[in-house]
């Protein structure tokens, strides 16, 4: 920016390509090294630096570990003292796959003088052998990392370093996160014109030129003025020409639009006048053409085209290589085609101008009716000119924008509508109305296309509408005929939604787009991944900009329509002739000044990174570059990826050497601030530089030496242990290993250590380095690793292994001589044993788990089989002389001494490695192994004898071993459960005497511990499933004292022995809910059991009758009733009498849930359902009530239930049952004695309101007291009620006569007993629960009462209001008499009312001979009936309106009809109602109308005639007089004599109409007028007919069964056309 001088290359040169640039970009940045220093320097002032980690572990870690047992360290190493979980292997080295075992305590079998294997010992950290070796694999550490190494972070997901300054987590942000923080490089390199400006827009300029209006950029920067004046500057801003001043162009307004001839010669200016003129820059003192609006006669003659007069040209554009050939658009929304024709000079021309775009203010509206919308031409382009020959430079083709439309025209040889596109519905309704577009041409590629390999791009057209952008391809398809113009297909190919809509869009290279938006943001994108590169605000750049198109769209903006989704908020201005972009540079024409920006390229990205000192995030962004993550596109990188490799490697091998040597030479200089941190950050980036360039030399050769002489080689170690770890790298030097092994021991990280040498490749390992490295500090996975893969041994790390038990096994004093230590760090190392062999047995490499080649596992498992089990001490290595021995002592080697010492020390564990090998193929057939791995060569005797080694002769050895002499039962156990699972597995290998196999069951069933039941069991099970004991009840008391349940239950039933079967699920705890589908089982009649077989089973059920009924009495009851039913008596006695038990075993089987119970309900005597009733009134006393009226009578005595029923307060069904039994009346005294019983009670309770106030909720008790005398007050009167239904029957049956007036019969005497105990019940609690207020107004200190007195009040009414209803409504109820005995039932039924009333009213006279005390009673009933009397009017009213309203709507519903679909018969053509209608229609309307005033009037005279026959129509006829009849059908039927239509709606709606003929010449001859008219049929699909015409086709199509008749009597019709 500190020089203007624009450095573009000149005309008809081609623009640099972006490689071009960025070499020139590194040539002059060579110097970048050497300032490093200084400048990053300055930076690193700030940083803080971390204090080391910790350093190393004690040398006593492994006695911390065991003192801190619980403790998990970070830093711990894996090889600490592990919690076992079971057996010594289960620990944190080997993790099984399954869950942890069962923990529990050693039992030792009783008398046994062995003590068990060493692991299981006490004292030794071990619980007892406790576990499940044989459902569980071993997993070495590795495969599953341990929890106390954790493994440092991929380098794939490591995080950009905290720096302000870094750019490595800014590449993929999103587009609102761009600028924060934002990047030490500018986006764009903008330069301000200096010069230019001075002279364009300085006071002077203005005032002589007029202020800029629009540029345009081609060769030179082109300025059009308000003035009318063109300015032009060359690239060093110098003012060339001045175009205009002197000539008509400066009398025609401003400049609008502004446009250069693609061979830079020609500028043509269109003027707010309408007036456009081109200028030749030789000879700019006059016009080359000039191209004037229509004047008014051309306006009212339409004899030409061409713009209106004061109309601005808003768009302006060459075709071609023309000059004379234009196109213009206005603000009017009208676009043309000027072709001008040679001559001399611009008064020799003529110009034609052709209209492609908008109509004239005047043109007739389209004939499709349809109103004009305003439109406008947002945007407008001419395709511009490629590096290549196309067929469509010749076509004119130019893009035109609107509101509403894409349009692309081609207007050479004539003007031709190539392609149209309507706006996308994405744009979002009522957002602001925006458009643009922006042509790339065709142009030669020089790397062929990697999307579409061509060597030759498309022509594209990118175009907006709102927010919404899309490119669109077009493509050539060439025609036969080589003189017509090829076809041009146009494809939609990436869209993209911007944030905001979007203003102005120009192409910056072939993939790269910019875009500016309504806010004045400019925003880059990727062409063909539409991806958003950079985005920054341009609001300072103070763009140029003008309301073109509002006044013209004023009526799309919203007007208050909010559901018109095609109108938008605003039209913004426009941006398009301020916004530029040519040959990858940006234009931006200012209110103020002209700028032009291009964007910083990768070169220059990178040097302002490491001038800003941040050279780590300078590292991770050339990466980026090289593996092509970030915006190669937009930053001058080809796509390519060879060519980007190349360009980019360099330059990441540049910075990482700058980098170290500036990084460890500040280390250096200020030791006082040393950053291990910021060095591993380094490390980090570094790495992944070089694993994506592939260059491993780099890290292992400058890097490692950088970081090994700063003695921070550990940082560089833990770094490159993830890549070791994922396998990316494999390769490490052994200086590096050395080093390595040493860093992380010192670190006590030798479980990590042990991880990363078992990743490598072995090739590259210093073998005698590494083994004594790894024996030195007890890495004995990765010596494993080391001596099997680097040298094929596997037998010399088993004896190394081995040589750690010796000392645990042999010597007798060792582990209780104090050095618990020392045998801990033996033991767990000493473990690996057993994942050793698991591994190798099955053919997998220890300890990463990978498969091995064939040859090598075969030779593998040979060795160790051959090891273990050849029973001799061998000497290893071979011919070294040097025996291996197990016992140290003077006492000799035992047979099989290597096998017997892991016995010894781990029998379990071992047992269960066996388990897994055994599972492999190797062992399956000696003569299979000695054809695949016998290959005619040599073998040693190893692999010979291994060879030989099959399962039956593993399970021989171990049976020698582990005898009970040697091995304690805590041992053998699992050698039991191993045979008896792998003889079941594998029978046809194995081949065990029966001696043998009773042992082992015997074995099984005294299994030492109680945790090892359900394995012992279960493996018993196993063997059972292959072999079957001869003498099978001779192990059945093993098994019970063993609680072997299901295998006693499986012997039971193959004996039939029932009921020891059913016995055995009784005393098996784990499965008694079985018990319910064993009694099913064994007594359901499909069994065929004996009677003596069932009555064990009985017998069983009887011994543990109360046990089965407590597991779920419900099934207990369902299971007996349906298979022993004799057995409930039994059963219930057995259980706690009075029990829930009981009752909820009564229940099922009395009233049975239909949800659960399949069993039909049980008939049980009289006893079951008293005793049931008996509980039911102590257990849900609530349903007593309901029960007993469900019950038959016969099956309760009273004097059984009556004392509980009382006793329980269960009144309700006490006289439920006295009624029953007919004893009504002492039912009636029981009722009323409870009554009185809860009246006393209120009375107590309120009495004594003030005492139990705090105790008890006064209140509530109050309220649940007098709902209770409202419910037993119901039971009165469902009492009375039932006896006077019995008392009416009787009267019937006997023909008594109603009694004397003064008489009250036994119902009646009833309801008076009824009335008189509520009534004064009411009175009596009445003045208690509402006494007189004043004696409570006088005191103000007396307290607010507790009672709610209205509610109980209310209550308290209620009573003898419902007693008092019910009388009503059962002495006012029609009896079942015949019609003529209704006045005297009605009479009858209120002599019984008035005879209850009056002798209530006479024994309350005798008791109180005061009534004042009944006044309020008897008010309150009267007042409730009136008031349920006006409810009662008011309801009816409201009904009747409504149902006058309902019938009201169904009558005018009825009275509807259908039009038929035409006027004429559908069979004879005859004209049936409306204009020219034959017959005497009117006449014989009139006489039906007369004919139903009379019928009428006779009616009113009482002469009504006799019921007529219900149909669903009417039907009418002359020859019936006209007689008609209603029905209820939907619509009604008429004759033709009215004069209407008629419709009848059914299945085929029916209508009677007149009969008509038509003659030969078609013409339809009236009858005499006075001939009687027929009936009319209209039918439901509309078809009419005369009545006979349709009979008549009906008989010709079907013959007479055409008829049919409804319920009602009616001929139903068919349409002969519909059908």
């Known amino acids: 920016m500190e020089d203007d001088h624009l450095d573009l290359p000149p005309d008809g040169e081609d623009a640099p390509s972006s490689d071009e640039e960025t070499i020139k970009g590194e040539r002059e940045q060579d110097h970048i090294q050497d300032e490093i220093a200084d400048i990053i320097e300055e930076e690193r002032k700030g940083i803080i630096s971390e204090e080391p980690a910790e350093n190393g572990v004690v040398a006593n870690r492994y006695r911390q570990l065991l003192r801190d047992r619980d403790d998990a360290s970070e830093e711990g190493s894996a090889e600490g003292i592990p919690r076992r979980a079971g057996s010594p292997i289960d620990s944190l080295l080997s993790i099984p796959d399954d869950s942890p075992s069962l923990q529990g305590s050693m039992v030792s079998s009783p008398g046994s003088s062995r003590v068990p294997s060493l692991a299981s010992r006490p004292g030794l950290g071990s619980p007892t052998p406790s576990f499940r070796p044989f459902d569980r694999r071993f997993q070495s550490r590795i495969a599953s990392p341990s929890l106390l190494s954790p493994r440092p972070s991929s380098p794939s997901i490591i995080g950009g370093h905290n720096r302000q300054v870094s750019i490595g987590s800014q590449l993929l942000l999103g587009p609102g996160e761009t600028e924060t923080p934002s990047p030490p490089w500018e986006v764009v390199r903008w330069t301000k014109l200096k010069k230019l400006n001075g002279q364009a827009f300085s006071e002077a300029g203005k005032r002589n030129f007029g202020s800029p209006t629009c540029i345009a950029v081609s060769a030179s920067i082109v300025l059009g003025t308000t003035k009318g004046i063109i ?19 400066v009398e025609s307004g401003p400049i609008t639009a502004i446009a250069v001839s693609a061979d830079h010669t020609t500028i043509a200016g269109g003027h707010a006048s309408g007036n456009i003129f081109t200028w030749d820059t030789s000879r700019a003192s006059r016009p080359f053409l000039h191209i004037p609006p229509l004047d008014s006669s051309q306006l009212q003659n339409r004899t030409m085209d061409g713009h209106l007069p004061n109309v601005s040209i808003t768009h302006l554009g060459f075709l071609g290589t023309r000059h004379t050939a234009l196109v213009s658009a206005d603000d009017r929304g009208m676009a043309f085609s000027h072709l001008a024709t040679r001559g001399t000079g611009a008064l020799g021309r003529t110009v034609k101008t052709v209209r492609i775009l908008g109509r004239y203010p005047d043109a007739p509206p389209p004939s499709s009716g349809k109103p004009l919308k305003p439109s406008t031409v947002l945007a407008f382009s001419p395709l511009p000119l490629g590096n290549v020959e196309r067929a469509t430079d010749t076509m004119g083709l130019t893009a035109m924008l609107t509101p509403y439309l894409l349009v692309i025209v081609s207007t050479t040889p004539v003007a031709q509508t190539q392609h149209k596109s309507a706006r996308p519905k994405d744009v979002a309704p009522h957002s602001a109305m925006t458009g643009c577009l922006a042509w790339f041409p065709a142009v030669k ?46 494809k939609a190919r990436s869209r993209w939604k911007c944030e905001e809509a979007i203003v102005a869009v120009q192409w910056l290279s072939r993939s790269v787009l910019t875009v500016l938006t309504i806010t004045q943001r400019l925003i880059v994108l990727e062409d063909r991944s539409m991806r958003m590169t950079e985005a920054f605000d341009l ?109 980019v490697r360099e330059k990441i091998m540049e910075i990482m050497s700058a980098s170290l040597k500036y990084a460890f030479g500040q280390r250096e200089r200020n030791k006082s601030t040393v950053d291990d941190q910021h060095l591993r950050q380094l490390a980090e980036t570094c790495f992944i530089a070089c694993q994506s360039v592939d260059d491993l030399d780099f890290l292992f050769g400058d890097m490692y ?88 041994d596997y037998i010399t790390p088993l004896i190394d292994l081995l040589t750690l038990l010796i000392p645990l096994v042999r010597n007798a004093n060792y582990t209780t001589s104090g050095n618990l230590m020392e045998d801990e760090i033996f033991g767990v190392n000493a473990l690996k044993v057993f994942p050793y062999l698991s591994y190798t047995l099955t053919g997998r490499i220890y300890p990463t788990g990978e498969r091995m080649t064939d040859e090598v596992a075969l030779q593998a498992k040979a060795e160790l089989y051959w090891f273990l089990f050849s029973g001799k001490s061998i000497d290893w290595p071979k011919g070294s002389g040097k025996v291996f021995l197990t016992n140290l002592t003077h006492g000799g080697e035992p047979s099989f001494p290597y096998l017997r010492m892991i016995l010894q020390y781990d029998a379990p564990s071992l047992l269960s490695a066996l388990n897994e090998a055994f599972e492999d193929s190797f062992l399956n057939d000696s003569q299979e192994k000695q054809l695949n791995g016998g290959t005619g060569k040599d073998l040693p005797e190893e692999q010979i004898f291994g060879l030989t080694v099959d399962r039956q002769y593993i399970i021989s050895i171990l049976l020698e071993i582990m005898n009970p002499s040697d091995f304690a039962p805590e041992d053998t156990i699992y050698l039991d459960m191993f045979i008896a699972r792998n003889l079941s597995k594998f029978p046809q290998y194995l081949l065990i005497p029966g001696s043998t196999l009773n042992k082992v069951l015997a074995g099984l069933c005294n299994f030492p511990g109680i945790d090892l039941a359900e394995d012992a ?42 009921g020891k079967l059913l016995q055995t699920y009784f005393e098996d705890p784990e499965d008694q809910e079985e018990t319910f589908s064993c009694i099913a089982e064994c007594l359901r009649p499909e069994t065929g059991l004996s009677k003596r077989q069932v009555q064990d089973v009985h017998d069983v059920i009887k011994r543990h009758s109360q046990e089965l009924v407590s597991l779920d009495p419900v099934q207990a009851a369902q299971t007996l009733a349906a298979y022993a039913p004799d057995l409930h008596r039994f059963v219930l006695d057995s259980l706690e009498e009075g029990s829930e038990l009981q009752y909820a075993y009564l229940q099922a089987l009395l009233e049975p849930d239909s949800e659960t119970s399949e069993q039909p309900t049980t008939k049980l005597d009289r006893d079951f359902v008293e005793q049931y009733v008996q509980l039911m009134c102590r257990y849900n006393s609530s349903h007593v009530s309901d029960y007993v009226g469900i019950v038959q009578a016969t099956n309760l005595r009273l004097d059984k239930l009556l004392p509980t029923m009382e006793d329980t307060g269960v009144i309700d069904a006490v006289v439920i049952l006295m009624a029953r039994e007919g004893q009504v009346q002492d039912a009636m005294n029981r009722l009323t004695r409870h009554l009185e019983t809860l009246e006393s009670a209120l009375q107590g309770l309120v009495a004594n309101e003030d005492e139990h106030s705090e105790d008890l909720d006064i209140k509530e008790s109050a309220e649940d007291l007098l709902r209770g005398l409202q419910k037993y007050t119901h039971v009165g009167i469902w009492l009375c009620q039932g006896q006077m239904k019995t008392s009416k029957k009787l009267n019937a049956i006997g023909r008594r006569g109603s009694p004397s007036p003064t008489e009250l019969s036994p119902d009646e005497a009833l309801w008076l007993e009824l009335i008189d105990t509520t009534v004064q019940i009411t009175r009596r609690l009445s003045s208690v629960v509402a006494p007189s207020q004043p004696d409570r107004v006088s005191s103000t200190a007396s307290p607010t009462p507790v009672l709610d007195s209205d509610k109980l009040v209310a209550l308290l009414r209620s009573l003898v209001q419902h007693t008092f209803t019910a009388l009503m409504t059962a002495t006012t109820t029609q009896t079942t008499a015949p019609p003529s005995n209704r006045l005297v039932s009605s009479s009858g039924g209120s002599l019984t009312f008035l005879r209850i009333l009056r002798a209530f009213l006479t024994r309350a006279a005798a008791k109180s001979p005061n009534l004042a005390d009944l006044r309020a009673v008897l008010t309150s009933i009267f007042s409730a009936y009136a008031y349920e009397e006006s409810i009662l009017q008011l309801s009816n009213r409201l009904l009747e309106q409504q149902l006058f309203v309902n019938v009201k709507e169904a009558v005018d519903l009825r009275q509807r009809g259908w039009r038929p679909r035409g006027s004429t018969c559908e069979a004879c053509g005859k004209r049936l109602w409306g204009p020219g209608v034959a017959g005497n229609v009117f006449e014989a309307w009139e006489e039906k109308q007369a004919i139903e005033s009379k019928r009428r009037e006779e009616k009113k005279a009482g002469l009504s005639r006799p019921p007529v026959t219900p149909g669903k129509g009417k039907e009418i006829s002359p020859r019936r007089d006209n007689e008609s009849y209603n029905g209820k059908g939907k619509g009604k039927s008429a004759d033709i004599g009215n004069g209407g239509n008629s419709s ?62 409804d319920e009602f009597g009616r001929e139903v019709y068919r349409c002969p056309i519909d059908g």
Not at 231 to 249: C, E, H, R, W
Not at 464 to 490: G, H, Y
Not at 733 to 756: D, I, N
Not at 1544 to 1556: H, K, L
């Open 705 to 792: 030496e950088w970081y090994e002489d700063a003695e921070v080689e550990g940082i560089f170690l833990e770094v490159l242990e993830p890549y070791i770890l994922e396998k990316t790298i494999s390769f490490v030097p052994p200086t590096a290993v050395k080093a390595m092994v040493t860093h992380y021991v010192s670190k006590g990280w030798e479980s990590r250590l042990e991880e990363m040498i078992c990743h490598m490749e072995t090739a590259t390992l210093d073998i005698d380095q590494i083994t004594t490295l790894c024996k030195q500090h007890g890495l004995y996975d990765a010596l494993i690793y080391v001596w099997n893969q680097a040298l094929s």
């Open 1544 to 1605: 009848e709606e059914q299945v085929n709606g029916q209508q009677n109409i007149q009969n008509s003929t038509v003659e030969a010449n078609g013409s339809t001859s009236t009858r005499r007028q006075d001939q009687p008219l027929g009936a009319l049929v209209v039918l439901a699909c509309r078809h009419i007919y005369h009545k006979a015409c349709l009979d008549a086709l009906l008989a010709e199509q079907g013959g007479s069964s055409h008829r049919e008749v």
């Open 539 to 647: 609001i300072h750049k103070y763009i140029h900009h003008a309301d073109l198109f509002s006044k013209q769209l004023h009526n799309l903006v919203e007007q208050l329509d909010e559901d018109d989704t095609s109108m938008h908020g605003v039209v913004a201005d426009a941006f398009y002739m301020s916004f530029k972009a040519y040959k990858g540079r940006i234009f931006l024409l200012g209110f103020n000044d002209v700028s032009i920006g291009a964007l910083s390229n990768w070169a220059d990205r990178l040097i302002a990174l490491m001038e800003n000192g941040d050279y780590i995030g300078a590292i991770q962004l050339a990466t980026s570059y090289y593996t092509g993550d970030a915006n190669k596109l937009t930053v001058g990188l080809p796509e390519d990826a060879a060519l980007r490799h190349r360009m």
């Open 445 to 490: 590629l020089k790397v062929p296309d990697p999307n579409t390999g061509s060597t030759m791009s498309k022509v594209k057209l990118v175009y907006c509408w709102s927010n919404v952008l899309t490119v669109l391809d077009v493509d050539e398809i060439p025609t036969d005929n080589k003189d017509k113009p090829p076809m041009l297909k146009f």
């Open 1017 to 1058: 069991q279960l493996s018993a099970e196993y063997l059972l499933s292959v072999y079957q004991p001869p003498d099978i009840s001779t192990m059945i008391p093993l098994f019970k004292k063993a609680c072997f349940y299901r295998i006693l239950k499986r012997i039971y039933r193959n004996d039939k022995q029932y």
């Open 231 to 249: 300015l032009m500057f060359d690239y060093s801003q110098n003012l060339k020409m001045i175009v205009g001043p002197g000539t008509k162009a």
